[in-house]
C-alpha cells in the first residue's frame, strides 16, 4: 500500500457512516483500518487463474441445496410497513422503498 492510512482518512470514513469517534477511537482504529486494507491489497495479488470457480470447503461430495423458486411477497404487502411506501409504479417513487441519503 503506498501510503497509510492517516486520522483525517478514518475521520473521513466515520462521518460517512455517521459515527461519532472519540480522539482515543481514532487513534486505536486508524492502524487496525490501515493493516486491514492493506491486507485486503496484499489478496489482491493472489493468483487465482487455475483456482476452480465452484470450488467450496465441503469438497465435490458435499451436497448443495438445489435452487428452487419460490413466490415471494406481494408488492403491496412488502411496502405496507415501509415509510412513503406505495405500491403504485406509475407515482414518482410507487414501488420503491424511501431510504435515508448516505453520500453527499
Known amino acids: 500500500m503506498p501510503d497509510r492510512l492517516t486520522r483525517a482518512d478514518v475521520e473521513r ?6 459515527l461519532d469517534l472519540t480522539p482515543e477511537e481514532v487513534d486505536l482504529f486508524t492502524p487496525q483500518l490501515a493493516d486491514i486494507l492493506e491486507y485486503a491489497e ?3 495479488g493472489v493468483d487465482v487463474s487455475g483456482a476452480d470457480e465452484s470450488w467450496h470447503p465441503g469438497g465435490a461430495d458435499c451436497p448443495r441445496r438445489p435452487d428452487s423458486v419460490r413466490p415471494s411477497l406481494a408488492r403491496d404487502q412488502t411496502l405496507a410497513n415501509a415509510p412513503d411506501g406505495v405500491a403504485d409504479r406509475t407515482s414518482e417513487t410507487g414501488g420503491f422503498f424511501r431510504v435515508p441519503r448516505v453520500l453527499g
Open 42 to 44: 496484499r489478496l489482491q
Open 13 to 18: 470514513i466515520a462521518a460517512l457512516a455517521h
